[in-house]
Nanobody, 123 residues
Framework: QVQVVESGGGLVQPGGSLRLSCAAS????????MSWYRQAPGKQRELVAH???????NYADSVKGRFTISRDNAKNTGNLEMNSLKIEDTAVYYC?????????????????WGQGTQVTVSS
């Protein structure tokens, strides 16, 4: 059984910083890709940041220069460092991991989601 768990959300003032963490556990052979999404009330879930196995990253235009995604392949963990937070960054943030697990004599690759962590930016 694979689990993905986020942590680190909370309430912060505009201009402040938060660090979100994502930890995957279970029978994991590796994580191909890791992404952070967010969903604000009444809006669709959107991709915030993505990182592949080689460390290549890409970001939504709205967070470029303010957010930094990273990962630790050995620990099956990832982080999203968020700086200069704005009110419009308020949302539930979700970690998505494309995880390789053993199945029989082979492997299977599936997307796993965490339960989400609330980030509220407010004065």
């Amino acid at each position: 059984q694979v689990q993905v768990v986020e942590s680190g959300g909370g309430l912060v003032q505009p201009g402040g910083s938060l660090r979100l963490s994502c930890a995957a556990s279970g029978r994991i052979l590796g994580i191909n890709e890791m992404s952070w999404y967010r969903q604000a009330p009444g809006k669709q879930r959107e991709l915030v940041a993505h990182i592949n196995t080689g460390g290549y990253t890409n970001y939504a235009d709205s967070v470029k220069g303010r957010f930094t995604i990273s990962r630790d392949n050995a620990k099956n963990t990832g982080n999203l460092e968020m700086n200069s937070l704005k009110i419009e960054d308020t949302a539930v943030y979700y970690c998505n991991a494309r995880i390789v697990t053993p199945q029989g004599l082979g492997v299977i690759v599936d997307d796993y989601w965490g339960q989400g962590t609330q980030v509220t930016v407010s004065s």
